[in-house]
């Protein structure tokens, strides 16, 4: 049986929601799931302007504890994290310097919750650590999570079926679920806000 790493940071919840919705998802495809939440008591109760600040201006993010998995065990690694001011995500980054990928054997896919259009820069930076291309990515914009939850649930179903395409399928998803100048991306334009 496949094994999927779903592993993320959740400040508001936001991407907590986003990730109970692909692990529902995950189980319904039969992938053994193992989930794994980023702690970082230092970036919580700061509001958003703060947080910011201190993203622009380098504060150092320390994690509350160590990766519990080692993603090189997994077929699937799925990243999934918010951006902060300017495209950050600095607790993130922290966990990604903590951990070794296998890019012969694991496929990896991102879902980055956003207020504007920096999720791009997310995804580039984690391809760049990791050291491929992933997979499957979906940004998840707030507006969505706040207004609209089918839409998300539409999104990690695309999202899913790009990771891990059913063969013989007449309607397999892309690996990606936008497209540039797609809707979502013009609703939104304000770029520098956290979830």
């Not at 495809?29 to 700061?46: F, H, L, M, S």
């Not at 951990?99 to 896919?109: I, L, M, S």
């Not at 207004?147 to 998803?173: C, L, Q, R, W, Y």
């Amino acid at each position: 049986m496949a094994r999927a790493l779903v592993v993320y940071y959740s400040l508001s919840g936001t991407t907590k929601q986003v990730a109970d919705i692909l692990v529902t998802e995950l189980q319904k495809i039969r992938i053994e799931t193992i989930v794994e939440v980023i702690k970082c008591t230092q970036a919580e109760g700061a509001g958003m302007a703060k947080q910011g600040f201190r993203t622009v201006f380098g504060t150092k993010y320390v994690l509350d504890n160590p990766p519990q998995n080692d993603p090189r065990e997994f077929e699937y690694v799925l990243i999934g994290s918010p951006i902060w001011s300017l495209g950050n995500t600095p607790v993130l980054d922290e966990w990604m310097k903590l951990v070794k990928f296998d890019t012969t054997k694991t496929k990896f896919g991102a879902f980055i919750q956003c207020f504007g259009t920096f999720y791009n820069k997310i995804f580039n930076k984690i391809e760049k650590v990791v050291g491929k291309p992933l997979t499957a990515k979906v940004p998840i914009f707030q507006k969505e999570a706040k207004n609209s939850p089918e839409i998300i649930t539409k999104k990690i179903e695309d999202f899913v079926n790009g990771m891990f395409p059913i063969e013989n399928s007449a309607n397999a998803a892309a690996t990606e679920t936008y497209a540039e100048g797609s809707p979502q991306n013009d609703e939104v334009k304000e770029e520098s806000k956290t979830e």
